[in-house]
């Protein structure tokens, strides 16, 4: 079936339907890793968004219940070069192809990606519509994508978050790449409070692997609540959208930093936390979202390779004093790590808990139970 995408800017390439047939539309942003596209399919960062891989084929080795960061696919779409048809893996459960229709989840092929990608890195992420079909018109789909919502201002928390609380029962994924040796683990068993902001699961995995009992929380649960469970530490997740339009998240998590429990944020977690404690965030030209990632510990002058997927940062001259820059990204100097520095609290702006991605920068989640521990 044919299928076209076309971007506000007037812009529109035709290729190939490889998933749902119907007409879906987001922000189109690239993403640069080799590997991992069900995790990137997966994670609920990606809400609202319609993701392009810039590696040429994907889906050589299928599709695993075993690799999902959530219940179900997040993207709004998925661009790719070429879609293999076939699953080349013993622990495929299927084909990326089937996946994709069996999710009602909207994906074109056989487009020129890396001339899509250079556009979106000249000109910033841009509003798309993915539609399939025939006797398609690309200039009313031109039109459509023009007015589409966009990200900025954007809450898209409220369609990712859990609808209640619950207690996480997975456990380490056993990856003996990825094995957290006994010493390296809490003394006890430690209890996390976690504000889902559209949480993947690979997070919980490392925390439970960390000897870390985690229950996790609505976006809209008042600070209150999870401090009521007495943790020894709160974690605020990742998630999609603009952290500007989560006043309701930043006032909670400005009652945590006050707090005194340790508090650890990831991604969009950093960014409501660089806000509680007086920053202000913008929006980056076309993000950063990849495995790639050289990020400085300016700690220790340690460059870290990470996997990052983010459309916003965090100001650093809007920062009070309190608050101090522990990483910075090497592509462009943006902000990667924060630190209160008279309270425990600090957040990344990367994925330590990689899937897909490095593993690098799992240190953290250890760093994060020495400040439990120092407590």
């Known amino acids: 079936m044919n299928a076209v995408l076309a971007l506000e800017d007037g812009t529109w390439f035709g290729g190939t339907s490889v998933g749902a047939a119907r007409e879906t539309s987001g922000e189109v942003v690239f993403n640069t890793s080799m590997t991992g596209y069900q995790e990137v399919l997966t994670d609920p960062s990606y809400a609202g968004q319609i993701v392009t891989m810039t590696s040429v084929q994907i889906g050589n080795y299928g599709v695993t219940g075993d690799d999902s960061e959530s219940r179900r696919p997040q993207v709004a779409g998925f661009v790719m070069r070429e879609s293999s048809p076939v699953a080349s893996s013993w622990r495929a459960d299927q084909t990326l192809r089937e996946y994709l229709t069996g999710h009602n989840i909207v994906a074109i092929a056989d487009i020129d990606t890396r001339a899509l990608t250079r556009k979106l890195r000249s000109c910033g992420v841009l509003r798309g519509v993915i539609a399939t079909g025939v006797g398609l018109d690309p200039q009313q789909l031109v039109a459509r994508a023009a007015g589409i919502r966009p990200m900025e201002g954007s809450d898209l928390v409220k369609d990712v978050t859990c609808q209640a609380p619950y207690e996480w029962k997975g456990d380490d994924p056993g990856d003996p790449d990825f094995h957290v040796p006994p010493e390296r683990r809490a003394a006890r068993r430690l209890r996390i409070a976690a504000y889902d902001l559209g949480i ?120 009070p004093s309190h608050v101090r820059v522990t990483h910075v990204n090497l592509y462009d100097g943006t902000v990667e790590g924060l630190r209160h520095v008279g309270k425990r609290v600090f957040c990344v702006q990367y994925h330590p808990e990689a899937s897909p991605g490095p593993h690098d920068a799992d240190y953290l989640f250890r760093q994060f139970l020495d400040e439990i521990e120092k407590k």
């Open 200 to 319: 993947k699961f690979n997070i919980l995995r490392r925390l439970a692997a960390h000897n870390c009992d985690v229950t996790v929380f609505p976006a809209s649960a008042p600070a209150k609540d999870l401090l009521a469970i007495e943790p020894d530490g709160i974690f605020l997740s990742n998630g999609p959208g603009d952290p500007a339009a989560l006043p309701y998240v930043v006032h909670n998590a400005r009652t945590l930093v006050d707090s005194d429990v340790p508090v650890f944020g990831i991604c969009l977690g950093h960014q409501v936390l660089g806000l509680a404690m007086g920053g202000k965030t913008f929006k980056l030209k076309f993000g950063h979202r990849g495995g790639n990632h050289p990020v400085k510990n300016l700690a220790t002058n340690k460059v870290e390779i990470t996997s990052q997927n983010h459309g916003f940062a965090v100001d650093p001259d809007s920062l």
